[in-house]
């Protein structure tokens, strides 16, 4: 099952690839810099999808005291901050010709970045707790807190106007049919990406337990 998942992520990936570089029209305005957008969405997508399972997660941690809960929740988090990262740096590549800056403190990417910033104090949180549940469940709650954020990510755009362009929704002009298929090509093939890794991740978690319980036990 694993290694069909991981053939099939693969595949999807090469055709995401095709989709975003090849088979899209370029953007009239923007030119071919505009294709980055389809990566772009792509790992917005799968960073709000990973911190809606931190925030989840945490909640039921802090409910029925399982691990599962608080391994899914960490590991979530981990690959949501490496998704938000790639998400800030294609952000900077897209907006340099076209905004003419790498950066603006506009509301948009200040949230963007408290975010950010908010997911990587819950990791050191987590990884610093360790086997202690009592610090565990802390950084869950913190996990909680740190999700506020995600609404005004989402507010900031489409209320507080900023650099990025409003695509989709009320006030979004929309894309041609071609870069929709490249844009939902991407998203299957991120999401795809995200379950892969977040089981592997999941399974690492699960072995180093097996092992302190094995030290433990011989200890």
Known sequence: MRKALAVITFVLMAASVYAAFVYAPTEPKMGHIQRIFYIHMGTVWVATAAFILVFVSSIM????????????????????????????????????????????????????????????????????????????KFAAVFGIIAFIDLPLVYASVRVMRGISPVVFGPGGGGIAPQMMHALLINLAACSLLFVLLLKERMDLERMGDELMALKTREG
């Open 61 to 136: 941690y802090l409910w029925k005291g399982t691990r599962k809960w608080d391994i899914l929740a960490y590991c979530s988090a981990e690959i949501g901050v490496l998704f938000l990262t790639i998400t800030i740096l294609t952000g900077s590549i897209w907006a340099k010709p076209v905004w003419g800056t790498w950066w603006t403190w506009d509301p948009q990417l200040t949230t963007t970045f408290i975010l950010w910033i908010l997911y990587i104090v819950y990791l050191v949180l987590r990884s610093s707790a360790g086997s202690d549940a009592k610090k565990a």
